[in-house]
């Protein structure tokens, strides 16, 4: 088996999620953060032949890229053997007990949203890019003074007069045109890849970004300070 872009990019962006990951037997593969506040879950292009857990994924991604046009060979039950198209270059990597890594066991369920709307990944990397230079790692979503629009603000919850940063997004849907709202994202929990999600963000506090093309789907919890109405 050769690993192709789709599930290399994947693989790289779930070990930045959590380090643990368990691949099951087919193409989805799930993960979720320690603190149980980011489940991913990515449909791949290619289809792994085993059950096999990784307790280090980006060092077995590092590991992998030792090798010139690896393939990967599942046979052996206690670890993958990586070898290049000459069989010259080859790397014996044991797989770690499912038991001992965090690994999603549920199918997250969730509430009907109270606010939906497109994510794309230029306003995406701007609200990334002011937290890193305004040095905050919160950002809100509020209604826009717009009618039909929400706002990201950047900002730091515990100082009131700290600069901020605006980017709005129009064309939302909002179930309540009347009540007020702050829902607060920690900027570290969204370990997004670099494409444009459809979000939904309901008052359980809880959101969900998917991608179909890509067969991706994110679950973001928001901050406890977060509010509807």
């Known amino acids: 088996m050769e690993l192709n872009t789709n599930t290399v990019s994947t693989l790289q962006n779930f070990a930045g999620i959590n380090p643990n990951v368990v691949v099951r037997t087919g193409n989805t593969i799930k993960t979720m953060t320690e603190a149980r506040n980011v489940v991913a ?11 096999f857990g990784i307790y280090d994924l980006s060092e077995f991604l590092s590991v992998v890229n030792l090798v010139d046009s690896p393939t990967l060979d599942f046979t052996d039950d206690k670890s993958v053997m990586i070898s290049d198209v000459n069989n010259l270059s080859r790397v014996r990597y044991f797989y770690s007990d499912i038991d001992i890594l965090t690994t999603p066991t549920n199918q997250v369920k969730m509430p009907d949203p109270e606010l939906k709307f497109t994510l794309d990944t ?9 937290a890193t230079a305004l040095g905050h790692d919160q950002v809100k979503i509020t209604r826009s003074e717009t009618e039909g629009n929400i706002c990201f603000t950047v900002f730091d919850e515990n100082n009131a007069t700290s600069n901020t940063f605006n980017v709005e997004i129009p064309h939302t849907f909002i179930s309540d045109d009347t009540v007020p709202f702050e829902m607060i994202y920690n900027i570290s929990n969204l370990k997004l890849m670099a494409l444009d999600y459809e979000v939904s963000v309901s008052k359980a506090m809880v959101s ?9 789907e994110y679950w973001i919890a928001l901050e406890r300070t977060s509010k509807w109405g």
């Open 41 to 51: 879950s990515a449909k791949l292009t290619q289809e792994f032949p085993r059950e």
């Open 122 to 130: 230029a306003t995406l990397d701007k609200i990334k890019r002011a």
């Open 208 to 216: 969900h970004l998917v991608n179909e093309q890509q067969g991706l």
